[in-house]
């Protein structure tokens, strides 16, 4: 079985940092695509960032500039450093990732979320 679960979510003043932090354990073999999604009441779910396997990252454009993706391979480990926070960030961060367990099929796993309040 495999697991995401996130960290790192709080209660930060505008122009505030954050870093949120998500660990997939389990039956893994490989993790491909990783990102962290996010949501607000009434609204889709929308990216807000990605990593490749290798490292190649994409943003959605309300964020560029702010913040910052990385994960730790060894770890199993996704990060996404949060900078100059505004309100309009306040939402349930949500990771994603696209993982092969050991019996090398491959799906798409999320975590539960972690709530980012932006406020002061």
């Known amino acids: 079985q495999v697991q995401l679960v996130e960290s790192g979510g709080g209660l930060v003043q505008p122009g505030g940092s954050l870093r949120l932090s998500c660990a997939a354990s389990?039956?893994?073999?490989?993790?491909?695509?990783m990102g962290w999604y996010r949501q607000t009441p009434g609204k889709q779910r929308e990216p807000v960032a990605t990593?490749?396997?290798?490292?190649?990252?994409d943003y959605a454009d309300s964020v560029k500039g702010r913040f910052t993706i990385s994960r730790d391979n060894a770890k199993n480990t996704m990060y996404l450093q949060m900078t100059s926070l505004k309100s309009d960030d306040t939402a349930l961060y949500y990771c994603?990732?696209?993982?092969?367990?050991?019996?090398?099929?491959?799906?798409?796993?999320w975590g539960r979320g972690t709530q980012v309040t932006v406020s002061s």
């Open positions: 994603y990732a696209r993982i092969a367990d050991t019996g090398m099929t491959w799906d798409d796993y």
């Open positions: 389990g039956r893994i073999f490989s993790i491909a695509a």
């Open positions: 990593v490749t396997s290798d490292n190649t990252s």
